[in-house]
């Protein structure tokens, strides 16, 4: 599926809390990391993409971490490492997350009737919540 641009570490799309603001940040490796996630410019309030101090994304939904691509859109090459503090980061769960949503019988991963779980980070903390 061309869709899934794992094998390139590259993603050509990001969610749109992909740039964790500074309300409701999970808990990050550290505090750079975490100040670097978080959007505090005035201009690029909504539009975390488009500022040049922004130079890292989050996304909660896939629980993945990515530096960002600033070619006008919004791609990000995965990392697998804090580069601030070394610590190796979670494992993307973009693919669990396609497997779950196609298993559910959607193709259109855009698709208005996709559970509004899949659109956050609930997804994968419900499935926490069964394996405990
Ligand atoms: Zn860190
Ligand atoms: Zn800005």
Redesign the pocket.
Same mark, same amino acid.
């Given at each position: 599926m061309s869709i899934r641009l794992n094998r390139e570490r590259k993603v050509l799309f990001m969610d749109e809390a992909g740039a964790a603001t500074a309300a409701g940040n999970p808990a990050h490796c550290c505090q750079t990391m975490t100040d670097a996630l978080t959007n505090d !410019?005035e201009?690029?309030a909504d539009e975390p993409f488009e !500022?040049?101090?922004m130079l890292f994304s989050y996304s909660d939904k896939f629980d993945e971490y990515g530096l960002i691509v600033h070619d006008g859109g919004s791609a990000v090459i995965l990392i697998d490492f804090c580069p601030f503090c070394g610590t190796r980061l979670p494992s993307s769960r973009r693919d669990d997350w396609f497997d779950e949503v196609e298993a559910l019988g959607f193709s259109d991963f855009d698709d208005p009737a996709i559970p509004t779980k899949y659109a956050t980070s609930a997804w994968r903390l419900d499935n926490l919540k069964k394996t405990d």
């Open positions: !410019c201009i690029h !500022c040049a101090d």
